[in-house]
């Protein structure tokens, strides 16, 4: 359920970010500036009041991902980042898929979604609404096998990863909670370079 | 707290502006650089309660924050500059770009529209925070009152920090008015430098000491390591390189000095990397006017690249050894256990190539500004604006001292050096502030000549070198296009300079060739006050040695007689050279 899915130039990141305006607006130029791609991009709230969440897959070469992360380190709103190539990560996506249906489909259709423990949210006369939710490959094949059917309308959420195990990203005693006292607290660039693979 | 709102005024509340000039005051700014407007008025206003602040008005913004540049690039303090909102803003985004590039700490201020109107397209509105988003390194709007000190003081910090940069502080207009009975926050203390760690101490020493052909690069970012540098450079007995923004980091009359690399840079400094086995560069990013085509930059060398700024290392050149430190901290590291290798061959090799140095003998640009910076001395801030007789005076000036000279390196910003020099020297008002521009870049910031006269200001000395071109687009054009001068030609419409500067009650000299010069450039500096010298050279003097841009450093046009001889279309080389230029 990890990386076997991966394309081989796609490169997998959290960035943890002061909850502050324009902050989206700033991680995305910096990529648009810099010429790094962006396949897709999920932004959160996390338990710590004040501090969001992104994961990006960024494609390119192992050099354009270590040059946008150490470019992304630089911004004053990045808390963290962490690179999943680095660690074992749980990833997981989600779509909604608007499948077309006839008579002669309809129990087919139903069969693959039930065979992909996918979800149906909506009910129509001529189509079925799934959820689907897995890594990218489950997806994708989930899609594929749509297709032959009639697909209407797709959306997916963009990947979402946490890193495996018991510790927690953000170390919980550098948070007392308030954004104010953020800053102090994680300022060591030390503490802010983990999982950026280190040179020096 | 109920301060104040300035010093003798117990009439009113400290309200945001009242503030804004408190912390500026608490972080020790004495001079900020600025132009008033609608949704500023409140700072402004507040100014009136802090004598202990100078203000100065420019008459342009964008020679407000070339001035508070020059103010930064002369002290290493941060330069703070004010605009209102809408186009006052937008006319600082030259010189925040311009700082980006050069990492000039800034603290540039804005005012902005009410809050309740921010978004509706109000009057002089822009998003400029928005608008500034990728030339500064960070910015802020402030959305309450009670924040606004802090921010100030954090904004402040940011800047300094690091590696330094421009930071921008948007306020609305009615947090400039809003009431404010918070504390006045006193300066962060600065964070301690990082330094290498032992272990790649170890191994660039060990390269240093297995190297036969070392050479050493010193960036903009070593101009406050340059005793330490200087003492590296000597205990190890390597040549030492400085880039444009790096001049003044290591004595130009020292013997191990080979000048300035890249695109107009030495025959020495660019054979010596060329040639070099290792490279040892320290604060300096590989930029492309250094590099020149960067598969062909140093090829034979293992690169030791010391930065503070983590990104810069691996990001154009690959990097053999990457040391991520303060350039102090690298430099007493590796001074420690030094050994004075001999390596004859390369000293040898290196005088040859000092040899060909090529001074200008002939009246033209280049023996003017010889002429100029010859009669400089140590102490003299020497600003330059953008162009070939910016190229020339990195070329021909003899840096003594780090912080002397002062140009628009990564930006390349024509209309910069004279308000710089501005800033320069209301800073240091003891020395001489110098400024080299040409007649194009000049005409794009003369409004500041009311500056000088305002402010009584005394030492500073514009010298145009007026060629009646816009002279490195001339050159590029004769040498890539085939000479069509297509729209540089001013000649016909340029003011008469020296009338210009009366007519702003600045003392004008002139100067037409080689026998006039001399005279006027004494009366120029003897002037008891700031005064311009125009001198008129030929037209179509080019800037020599050349690197093509797209060429390698080793394909270097060494003298003007082999540009001229080298059709541009003859070799592979100056062809792809020319596609190169097209598009640049």
């Known amino acids: ?200 | 707290m109920g301060q104040s709102n300035g010093p003798g005024d117990s009439r009113r509340e400290m309200n945001g502006a009242g503030a804004l000039w408190a912390t500026l005051a608490n972080h020790g700014i004495t001079t900020v650089f600025g132009y008033p407007g609608g949704a500023i008025m409140p700072v402004y206003d507040a100014l009136t309660f802090y004598p202990e602040v100078r203000h100065v008005l420019a008459r342009h913004e964008q020679g407000a924050i070339h001035a508070a540049e020059g103010w930064a690039k002369a002290t290493g303090e941060i330069g703070v500059c004010i605009a209102t909102s809408g186009p006052g803003a937008t006319n600082l985004v030259t010189g925040l770009a311009d700082a980006m590039l050069d990492s000039v700490p800034l603290l540039a201020i804005t005012g902005n529209v009410a809050r309740h109107l921010m978004g509706t397209d109000a009057f002089q509105e822009a998003d400029i925070t928005g608008i500034t988003l990728p030339i500064t390194k960070h910015n802020y709007v402030v959305r309450e009152v009670s924040e606004l000190p802090r921010v100030i003081a954090e904004a402040i910090r940011i800047a300094r920090s690091g590696r330094p940069g421009p930071v921008l502080v948007d306020i609305p207009k009615d947090i400039q008015l809003a009431a404010f009975a918070g504390e006045i926050p006193v300066p962060h203390a600065r964070p301690e430098a990082p330094q290498p760690l032992p272990e790649v101490v170890a191994r660039a020493q060990e390269l240093l000491r297995s190297a036969q052909r070392p050479v050493m690069m010193l960036g903009g970012g070593t101009v406050d390591a340059a005793p330490e540098l200087t003492a590296l450079a000597r205990a190890w007995d390597i040549p030492v390189i400085t880039t444009l923004m790096g001049l003044g980091s290591f004595p130009s009359s020292d013997p191990l000095w080979l000048g300035m690399p890249g695109m107009h840079g030495s025959v020495a400094a660019n054979r010596a990397i060329s040639e070099a086995d290792v490279l040892l560069g320290i604060g300096l990013r590989f930029d492309d006017r250094v590099t020149g085509r960067v598969n062909g930059f140093a090829p034979k060398a293992s690169i030791i690249h010391v930065d503070l700024d983590a990104a810069e290392i691996g990001k154009i050149v690959r990097t053999h050894l990457p040391v991520r430190s303060d350039a102090r901290e690298a430099a007493l590291a590796l001074t420690e256990g030094a050994q004075k290798l001999e390596r004859p061959e390369w000293r040898a090799q290196i005088e040859e190539w000092k040899s060909r140095t090529v001074m200008p003998e002939h009246w033209g640009a280049g023996y003017a500004v010889k002429a100029v910076v010859d009669r400089l001395e140590p102490d003299d801030i020497l600003s330059s604006d953008v162009g070939q007789h910016q190229m020339l005076a990195a070329q021909l000036a003899r840096f003594e001292k780090p912080r002397r000279w002062i140009n628009s390196g990564g930006l390349g910003t024509m209309g910069f050096g004279f308000p710089a020099a501005i800033g320069a020297g209301m800073a240091e008002p003891g020395v001489r502030s110098v400024v080299i521009a040409g007649d194009g870049g000049f005409q794009m910031t003369l409004q500041e000549l009311a500056t000088l006269k305002m402010y009584d200001i005394r030492n500073v000395k514009i010298c145009i070198i007026n060629n009646s071109f816009l002279g490195m687009v001339r050159q590029w054009q004769e040498l890539f296009h085939e000479k069509r001068y297509s729209e540089v030609w001013l000649g016909d419409s340029n003011p008469d300079f020296v009338k210009l500067a009366e007519a702003y009650n600045v003392p004008g000299y002139r100067a037409s060739n080689a026998e006039e010069l001399p005279a006027a450039i004494d009366a120029w500096l003897n002037d008891p006050h700031s005064a311009l010298l125009e001198v008129v050279v030929p037209n179509e003097h080019g800037v020599f040695p050349m690197v093509p841009a797209g060429a390698a450093l080793y394909e270097m046009i060494e003298t003007e007689a082999k540009a001229v001889s080298a059709e541009p279309t003859t070799s592979p080389t100056t062809a792809a050279a020319t596609e190169e230029a097209k598009r640049a």
């Open chain 1, 1 to 200: 359920m990890t990386s076997e899915t991966f394309q081989p130039q796609d490169h997998l990141i959290s960035i943890l970010v002061r909850d502050e305006p324009r902050v989206l607006t700033r991680i995305t130029a910096l990529f648009g500036r810099r010429g790094y791609n962006i396949r897709s991009l999920s932004v959160g709230n996390t338990e710590h009041p004040g501090v969001s969440r992104m994961t990006i897959v960024v494609s390119g070469d192992r050099g354009v991902v270590e040059q946008a992360i150490k470019q992304l380190e630089k911004l004053h709103d990045v808390v963290r980042i962490i690179d999943h190539s680095l660690e074992k990560y749980v990833d997981r996506e989600m779509v909604l898929v608007k499948v077309s249906l006839t008579p002669e489909t309809r129990v087919e259709v139903r069969q693959i979604a039930e065979d992909f423990r996918s979800r149906i949210v909506d009910v129509g006369r001529h189509a079925l609404t799934f959820e689907v939710t897995g890594d990218e490959g489950k997806i994708t094949a989930f899609i594929e096998q749509m297709r032959p059917f009639g697909i209407l309308e797709t959306m997916r959420t963009g990947r979402v990863a946490l890193t495996r195990g018991s510790n927690a990203d953000i170390p919980t005693q550098v948070y007392s909670g308030d954004s104010a006292a953020l800053t102090p607290a994680v300022e060591p660039r030390e503490e802010k370079a983990r999982g950026v693979p280190n040179l020096f």
